[in-house]
Each structure stands twice: as structure tokens, then as C-alpha cells.
């Protein structure tokens, strides 16, 4: 059975190193190119093969994801695109499959998740993030949340930071705002806001910023 050819694009080395020798050693993969950027598209021309499927990371610092995945999805019209991310914001989300994008990988999630989504892309079926998937519990909280009773958070314990975020997301702020706004990285702001999620028990930035409302002094 022929290989599934991967084009690998994300800007952390070690991330991008290991998942390329994860694929490499399970056998069922060839890694064509990977980049941390949109060089990867020269890669490939100078190597001669077109990709079945691209790993890209949503969150780029050098470039924008999405234009980026315009750029490829131009140069290399057959191959599915896959979406990385630690905790994807909706709006890139929609925009994304809007864009044409096939599946999407949690970061954080067990290689052996990279390799059944990488096949069920490469199959021709669409694997869809959480996120953009409402569960019955999402839909509790959303009840609570417009009764105008309280999300129970007496044993939340939210650090200084973690506040200071969850206070600019209820502003309206993205990802990148929000790292330019406190000069750190939009990795690390990601890595806040899945913490954020799983300390508050919920969901969706939406939902942090109703919590923001409520918990907020009159």
C-alpha cells in the first residue's frame, strides 16, 4: 500500500521534529517537507512530491495560518489540509473550514489521534475539531448563563493572570490581541486559555466571556 504523503508546517522545532519522526517510524507515512513557514511549498517543488495531506499549524507566529493555507490549497489543489492547534478559537475554526479545511488535531492529543485523523483526511472523510460541536452540557451552562443564575466557581482559584485574560477575552479580544496587549506570546496566551476552560468547566471563549459578566462586580 502506498505511503501517505505528509507536508509538515509548524513553527516549534521540537513539535515539528517529533511529529515528523512519529510518522516516519509508524511506516504507513513519508514526510515530504516541513517548514516553519511557507517555505515548504519551495521544499516540495525542489523534492517533486505533491503531498496527500498537510498538517498545519493554525497558530503561526511568522505568518498567517489562513492566508498561508490560500497559498497552499493554490499551489497544491489535492491535498487535504489538517489544522493544529492547542485550543482553537471558533473564528479561526469556521474560517478555516470555510477555507476548505478537512480535520483538525489538538495539540496536546495522543499521537495515535494524529495518525487516525491523518487517515480518515487522507480517506476523504472530514474530522471536525470539539469545538465547533455543541454537547448537552454546553448547552446547560448556556441555560444557566441566560436564567441569570451563577456558574458554581467556589472552588475556581484563577491565577492573577489567568483573570487578566478572561477579562480581555470578555472585551472581545483574539488570541493575538490579547498577546500583543500583555507582550507575550500568542502560545502562551493559548496555553491560558485552555486552562481558563478546564478550571471554569467550560467550553467555548463565548462562554468565558458571559462567566466574565457575571463574575464581574455591579
Do not use: W
Amino acid at each position: 500500500m502506498a505511503k501517505i504523503r505528509v507536508l509538515l508546517i509548524e513553527d516549534n522545532r521540537l513539535l515539528r521534529e517529533g511529529i515528523a519522526a512519529m510518522l516516519t517510524d509508524d511506516g504507513d507515512f513519508e514526510v515530504v517537507a516541513r517548514s516553519d513557514d511557507g517555505d515548504a511549498v519551495r521544499q516540495l517543488k525542489a523534492a517533486g512530491k505533491a503531498p496527500n495531506v498537510i498538517l498545519l499549524d493554525l497558530g503561526l507566529e511568522k505568518a498567517n495560518s489562513l492566508k498561508l493555507m490560500a497559498l497552499l490549497r493554490d499551489e497544491l489543489p489535492d491535498a487535504k489540509v489538517i489544522a493544529m492547534d492547542i485550543l482553537p478559537e471558533q473564528v479561526d475554526m469556521i474560517e478555516f473550514v470555510q477555507a476548505g479545511g478537512a480535520g483538525f488535531i489538538l495539540k496536546s492529543a495522543p499521537f495515535d489521534d494524529y495518525i487516525k485523523t491523518i487517515k480518515l483526511v487522507a480517506a476523504g472523510t472530514n474530522v471536525l475539531p470539539p469545538v465547533l460541536t455543541t454537547s448537552l452540557f454546553t448547552q446547560i451552562v448556556d441555560s444557566l448563563l441566560k436564567s441569570g443564575e451563577s456558574i458554581p466557581d467556589d472552588s475556581v482559584k484563577l491565577t492573577p493572570r489567568e483573570r487578566e485574560i478572561v477579562d480581555l477575552i470578555s472585551e472581545g479580544l483574539s488570541n493575538k490581541e490579547i498577546a500583543k496587549r500583555l507582550h507575550i506570546a500568542t502560545y502562551t496566551v493559548k496555553s491560558h486559555v485552555h486552562n481558563i476552560l478546564e478550571k471554569l468547566a467550560l467550553s467555548t471563549r463565548l462562554q468565558i466571556a458571559a462567566f466574565a459578566r457575571k463574575d464581574r462586580p455591579k
